[in-house]
């Protein structure tokens, strides 16, 4: 079975400072696609970055980027200059190669920006 | 406005009563799939369907039905609902499998409980 684990259950950062939220998958396929959503206390799933697995640079949407450490199966979210808005929960997910119709999200973080 | 549609967004119902969550988009998207989002466990996909008439499993397909008569609409069925599946549930539409170019858009959820 394909996992996604986020091993942060909740975590704080004060506002203006950087934060980075850990994930981990299980594949030994070679490509596939990775993401990061953030679902807001409204509850509406939004995507706020995306990678895929052969190419080895780095995604940056604006303030948030991604580490992929693809041998290491890696793929931490960081968020630079933290804002109130960005309280939420995040969620790590995947699409593994022998079926790009499926979808797997970890557990999730749920992330405090303090004022 | 390009919008996934759920219908109803709060449901609560008793242990065997059949009910029918709806789902609609307007982008024209082929694929479009259902997920339930547990405390601790994430989103997890129940249903996914490539195009008309075209379904397939997720992970947790147990106690759940689905059909895609139209392209647009994509309804789920639960013909004998338990306790376990009080849930929240989404739903999502991409305009193909998604991946790092198909993004996959979400409902609003439609919260369930069974008593």
């Known amino acids: 079975a394909q996992t996604v684990t986020q091993s942060q259950p909740e975590m704080s950062v004060q506002e203006a400072e950087t934060v980075t939220l850990s994930c981990t998958y299980d594949t030994s396929e070679n490509n596939y696609y990775l993401f990061w959503y953030k679902q807001p206390p409204s509850r509406q799933m939004i995507l706020v970055i995306r990678q895929e697995a052969y190419k080895q640079q780095n995604a940056t949407e604006n303030r948030f980027s991604v580490n992929f450490q693809k041998a290491a199966k890696s793929f931490s979210l960081k968020i630079s200059d933290s804002q109130l808005g960005d309280t939420a929960m995040y969620f790590c997910?995947?699409?593994?190669?022998?079926?790009?119709?499926?979808?797997?999200f970890g557990s999730g973080t749920k992330l405090n920006v303090k004022p | 406005e390009a919008q996934v549609t759920q219908n109803p967004r709060y449901l609560i119902t008793v242990t065997g009563k059949k009910l029918t969550v709806t789902c609609s988009q307007n982008?024209?998207?082929?694929?479009m799939s259902w997920y339930r989002q547990d405390p601790g466990l994430g989103l997890r996909q129940i249903y996914y369907s490539m195009n008309v008439e075209v379904t397939d499993k997720g992970d947790v397909p147990e106690g759940y039905k689905v059909s895609r008569k139209e392209k647009r609409n994509f309804p789920l069925i639960l013909e004998s609902p338990s306790p376990n599946q009080t849930s929240l549930y989404f739903c999502?539409?991409?305009?193909?499998?998604?991946?790092?170019?198909?993004?996959?858009?979400f409902g609003p959820g439609t919260r369930l409980t069974v008593l």
């Open positions: 997910a995947f699409t593994p190669p022998y079926n790009f119709n499926k979808f797997y």
């Open positions: 982008m024209n998207h082929e694929y």
């Open positions: 999502a539409s991409s305009q193909e499998r998604p991946s790092s170019y198909n993004e996959q858009f």
